[in-house]
């Protein structure tokens, strides 16, 4: 019985699709890593950073006193600017992009290089965990209960907000980093002789 034209395609283009897997996070990190030289990108992240045992210490001011300043996307104010350069929340900006944007290189150069491409994939997969960790340590990512005309039903967990709802999509990142390293390292492991 012969297969199907688009069952066989799906069969054959395995290896294209994880490449184009590394083409997808290079694109990521590298957006994502690259906007993080752009001072709006810099505040945003501060709410995760301020609150992670993992990276609190980057800055100078402890959480939650970034509430403060905080300076909403297309909107800046020179007091909460000043607060964030003293807070040194620029410099760390400039120095995660330049971490992201060098793993999505690596990432993507695993489709020449398998030794690369597998320090690439479990970079990803690391990020994407400490990334994934913002669901337990940062407030921001629970739709908060505000008040209003009632009192709101649905806030806290499992309510994502919209910081909450970027950050579950890390996920995939961390099933994709471990697809690209797990295929890098079958073209470095030679195949075992069965006979």
Do not use: C
């Not at 996307?73 to 400039?94: A, C, M, P, R």
Request: charged share 10%; net charge positive.
């Amino acid at each position: 019985m012969e297969r199907q034209p688009l069952l066989q395609f799906l069969a054959n283009a395995q290896r294209n699709f994880i490449h184009f897997i590394r083409i997808s996070i290079f694109i990521v990190m590298a957006w994502i890593g690259g906007l993080k030289a752009f001072p709006y990108e810099a505040d945003g992240i501060v709410p995760f950073v301020a609150n992670s045992p993992f990276m609190s210490f980057f800055y100078k001011h402890p959480a939650p006193e970034y509430q403060s300043y905080k300076n909403p996307e297309g909107k800046t104010v020179q007091k909460n600017i000043d607060w964030h350069i003293s807070n040194g929340t620029y410099l760390f900006s400039y120095g995660l992009g330049t971490v992201i944007v060098l793993i999505g290189i690596l990432t993507l150069a695993g489709i020449w290089s398998a030794r690369l491409g597998l320090i690439g994939g479990l970079l990803t997969f690391g990020m994407s965990l400490v990334t994934l960790s913002f669901l337990i340590t940062t407030p921001e990512v629970y739709v908060p209960n505000l008040g209003g005309d009632f009192a709101t039903p649905h806030y806290g967990f499992p309510y994502l907000s919209g910081a909450g709802r970027l950050v579950l999509k890390d996920i995939i990142m961390l099933a994709a980093g471990l697809i690209v390293a797990s295929d890098a390292a079958q073209r470095l492991v030679p195949p075992l002789n069965n006979s």
